[in-house]
Structure formats: structure tokens, C-alpha cells
């Protein structure tokens, strides 16, 4: 999918314009400068096209010797990544600094750079917008990101700039798969020596998002696609912006993969990053798998492994189906087990459990744990059926699809994986009425 980048100093209203594009509220918007966001990454739809909105702010350092670094380097990233750039700036502040270095920047992209002169809201601001035009950069749009006024002509400008859409890809059955994780857990090391197994690397294939490399590997007779190993090695170029950039090549990895490897740190364990990155994967419904890296450095007796899956286990809670794998990618320790698992995650996904028998389960232990009771009616269960696969998505016809609450679903969900399986597989439960 295309994609389209917004850059500019803080504080000149990114966030509020990237919230405006993709009609979110999750980006958090403050008036205080480089304000990280959990979310930068977003969808936007007009006119009938879809594309790809990147919010690069929000990942500045404080520091005064390495502000201008961090822009600097910003920009090259999103001239590398994107399709069109959204050069953001402030119509109240007018021309800094700042804003100069990065025209100057961004004057030798290869690829459409739009000015979008923020804060535009009444008429003598959008008068004033024309002092933009020194930078040297056309065309130029006055905007509020605030009410909108102006979005509809940028949006129209966007479209018109992006690239034409390729045509569907032939339809490709091999297994992909992403690795993912925080930076410096190892994620090049692992990708080198899988691609290093029995000394079979097959191709280096253009990924469809800009620059991405899919590498494919041969495993027991069975092509294997790595998804976006030129992202792991590319990051090295990167100093200021690294948890930025491994945000958003992260997030395009697990779109394109059909299994995200999540990697570790033993020495670290499992941080709050890595939960939400899971989540987020989660969410897309791909094949999910731990591995914890460099488990050679840990001390070690016949319990430890155990006792570290519990504890990330308990920090997981409803994470809690996905496995877990001991690994060290410095001394290939058991690094076969990270293909392995996840081919046997795939044949998971593309599980099929027959009616008959999913009933047979289901309907006894609903029998033994009614649904609680909706408005002061009984709730029930007629039957179920799985209605897709890869990902696996079960429909359950019942009289009050509202009065199944999220406990009682998570009930049926472990019962689903208590007797058929599904490890490391996120499944979708409908209520339909009946």
C-alpha cells in the first residue's frame, strides 16, 4: 500500500493532522515538543484510494546537540520510506530555522513534497501562509488540521500524487514470516543465521513496501519468506530515530507476514513494548510465537526455563496461548525450533474443525457453564460452526448475540483451544442471532 509520510519540527501539529487523515484519536496531542504516541502508524481512504499515513514526530530528543540530528535524520527516513511527503509547518510561528534546514533536505527528494501550512484557521492566517513559498518547496496548502478546513484539497493533491497501484500479486502460499522485537535482542543475528540453515538461500525478492527486502530460505524442501530483512540491516544507518523507525518498519513487517516472531532479550524479559507490539499483532490475526535470544547468557538449572515462561505467561494474560522458545542466534542454539514452530503455527491457522464434532464439545460445556443471563432472559447457544480459516473464525447462533459478554467469550475461546489446539493462533469469535 502506498505510503505517506508527515515530517516537520514539534509542535507544529503533526499528530493533529495525522489524527484528521486517518480519522483516529489515538495519537496523543500535546502542546509540549517531541510528546511520544503510542500509535504513529494509520489508514486513511478518500476519493476511492487507501494509503498508508506514517506520523514521524514524537521521537526527538530533548537534548539541544541532538535535535538537529534527529530532524535531519527524520527526514531521510521518510525520504526513504514514502511515497509523498506532508512537510508540516506553522503558519502562527512562520519560517524558522528549523523549518529551512529541512526544506533544504527535502528540496532533493526524488518523490511529490507537499507544504502544509498548519493553524490556517480564519482568513488573515491563510493570507499569511504565503511566506512558506521561500522555502522553495510547491505545492502549498493552508490547512487547519483542527475543524478540516482545507484537508479535502490536500487529500485530493495526495491522491493524485501517489504511485499507480500494481497489479494483485500472483497468489504466493509460502509460509511468511516477520521478525520482531525491540532493537539490539538479536533480530539480525537470528535473521543471518536462519538464512544460513543448510547454507540455502534461495533469492533476495523486492518486498512491496519501498526498500524492503524479503529474503527466502529453504527449510526440509519447504520455501520459508523472511519478511523485511533490509529494515533490520538499514537500521544501523540510524542513531536518533532508532525506536521511531523500528516502530514503523515493525509494524509493515507484521501487515506482510503470516507469522510474527517476537524475539527477546533474556537478560531483559518481556517489557511493556514488546506486550503492545504482540497485541498489535494480535489484532491483525497473524500466527504469534516468543523467542527469548540469548538465553546462553543466563544461568541456568533443570527449572529455569519453566519458571521464566511462567512469569512471561502471567504477564501475557489473555496473550497466554502463545509459545514460548529458548534460543541463543550467537551459538545457533536450538534456532531451527523458530521455523519449526512456525510452520507448525501455519498448518494451525489453516485448521478446519468439523461441525459435528466442534458441537459435540461445545455444546457440552456450555451445558455444564450456562451463559449468564441478559436483561433477565436466559442466553442460548443453539450451535456453532467454524465459518473461515487462516485466520480461524467460529460463528455462534444464539438468541442474544449481545448478552455473550467478554468473559464468557474467553470461556468458549479456551474451550476451542483446550480440545482442538490452535497454539499461538489468534481466533475470532461472532454471535449471531438465531
Given at each position: 500500500m502506498p505510503l505517506v509520510a508527515i515530517v516537520g519540527r514539534p509542535n507544529v501539529?503533526?499528530?493533529?493532522?495525522f489524527n484528521r487523515l486517518t480519522e483516529s484519536r489515538t495519537s496523543i496531542v500535546h502542546d509540549e515538543?517531541?510528546?511520544t504516541r503510542d500509535r504513529l502508524y494509520g489508514t486513511a481512504l478518500w476519493s476511492g484510494h487507501t494509503f498508508d499515513v506514517v506520523d514521524t514526530g514524537g521521537y526527538v530528543p530533548h537534548s539541544a546537540d541532538r535535535f538537529e540530528a534527529a530532524i535531519r535524520e527524520q527526514v531521510e527516513i521518510a525520504l526513504d520510506e514514502a511515497d509523498v511527503i506532508l512537510f508540516v509547518v506553522d503558519v502562527t510561528t512562520g519560517v524558522t530555522d528549523i523549518d529551512q534546514e529541512m526544506a533544504a533536505l527535502l528540496r532533493k527528494a526524488e518523490r511529490p513534497v507537499m507544504v502544509v501550512a498548519n493553524k490556517a484557521d480564519n482568513e488573515q492566517r491563510r493570507w499569511e501562509a504565503s511566506e512558506f513559498y521561500q522555502l522553495g518547496l510547491e505545492p502549498l496548502f493552508p490547512v487547519s488540521a483542527i475543524n478540516g478546513s482545507g484537508t479535502g484539497d490536500l487529500l485530493d493533491a495526495v491522491v493524485a500524487a501517489l504511485p499507480p497501484q500494481p497489479a494483485p500479486p500472483a497468489p504466493d502460499d509460502r509460509l511468511r514470516i516477520a521478525i520482531i522485537g525491540r532493537p539490539n535482542v538479536g533480530?539480525?543475528?537470528l535473521t543471518n543465521q536462519l538464512l544460513g540453515e543448510e547454507r540455502s538461500?534461495?533469492?533476495e525478492i523486492s518486498g512491496t513496501t519501498r526498500d524492503a527486502?524479503?529474503?527466502?530460505v529453504k527449510y526440509h524442501g519447504q520455501e520459508i519468506v523472511l519478511v523485511d530483512t533490509a529494515g533490520l540491516r538499514k537500521?544501523?544507518?540510524?542513531?536518533?530515530?532508532?525506536?521511531?523507525?523500528?516502530?514503523?518498519?515493525?509494524e509493515r513487517a507484521i501487515r506482510e507476514c503470516d507469522v510474527a516472531v517476537l524475539l527477546l532479550d533474556a537478560t531483559q524479559g518481556l517489557e511493556q513494548q514488546d506486550i503492545r507490539v504482540l497485541k498489535q499483532a494480535e489484532a491483525m490475526k497473524k500466527?504469534?510465537?516468543?523467542?527469548?535470544n540469548k538465553w546462553d547468557l543466563v544461568e541456568k538449572d533443570t527449572h529455569t526455563a519453566r519458571a521464566y515462561e511462567q512469569r512471561i505467561k502471567e504477564r501475557l494474560k489473555t496473550l497466554d496461548y502463545v509459545p514460548v522458545l529458548f534460543i541463543s542466534a550467537l551459538t545457533r542454539q536450538r534456532i531451527h525450533r523458530v521455523l519449526d514452530t512456525a510452520?507448525?503455527?501455519?498448518?494451525?491457522r489453516r485448521k478446519r474443525v468439523p461441525t459435528s464434532r466442534l458441537n459435540e464439545v461445545l455444546l457440552a460445556a456450555i451445558a455444564r457453564h450456562h451463559p449468564p443471563m441478559y436483561r433477565n432472559r436466559p442466553v442460548k447457544i443453539k450451535y456453532a460452526a467454524q465459518i473461515r480459516t487462516a485466520p480461524p473464525v467460529f460463528a455462534f447462533f444464539t438468541n442474544q448475540p449481545r448478552g455473550i459478554r467478554e468473559p464468557y467469550q474467553r470461556f468458549l475461546e479456551n474451550q476451542i483451544r483446550r480440545h482442538f489446539g490452535f497454539e499461538g493462533v489468534p481466533l475470532t469469535l461472532v454471535f449471531k442471532a438465531k
Open positions: 501539529g503533526k499528530s493533529t493532522l515538543p517531541g510528546v533480530k539480525s543475528s538461500i534461495v533469492t527486502i524479503h529474503a527466502t537500521r544501523r544507518r540510524v542513531t536518533e530515530n532508532v525506536e521511531f523507525y523500528s516502530a514503523l518498519r515493525t500466527g504469534l510465537c516468543i523467542a527469548v510452520l507448525a503455527m501455519a498448518e494451525e
